[in-house]
């Protein structure tokens, strides 16, 4: 051997050596099953598929309509592109947020509900008066 080649050589031993055995590489689908006939694996191959559609296909038949996810708040009726549906939902959750704290701002002061008979006055609050009979 020469001198050039005996380190390419090593390498390849080194490869060789760590190298999986048939059994393993059937097993990651990477070759076939040797024990099993060309013929028979293309079938084997080609059922395995139609299982697959199948099933898929039986799966999205059974899928529940938009109609039913938005009855159940899983989808959001709404006509925006998804991609900014997220963001269209901040915007509604900041304008009810908006509006909530300027009906808290306009809100009537306690005293105000007094004087209106709405609520009952200070005295009534703790009192140990007994109510008449």
Do not use: W, Y
């Amino acid at each position: 051997k020469s001198p050039i080649n005996s380190p390419a050589a090593e390498k390849l031993d080194a490869f060789l050596s760590h190298r999986p055995d048939q059994q393993e590489l059937v097993e990651k689908n990477i070759l076939k099953d040797p024990k099993i006939a060309p013929s028979l694996q293309q079938h084997r191959e080609e059922l395995a598929k139609r299982q697959i559609e199948d099933a898929l296909r039986h799966k999205i038949e059974a899928r529940p309509s938009k109609e039913d996810l938005v009855e159940h708040n899983i989808l959001k009726n709404t006509t925006a592109a998804p991609a900014i549906q997220a963001q269209q939902a901040d915007l509604q959750r900041s304008r009810l947020q908006n509006a909530l704290e300027h009906k808290m701002q306009e809100r009537p002061q306690p005293d105000e509900l007094v004087k209106q008979g709405i609520l009952p006055g200070k005295s009534t609050f703790g009192c140990s008066e007994s109510a008449p009979q």
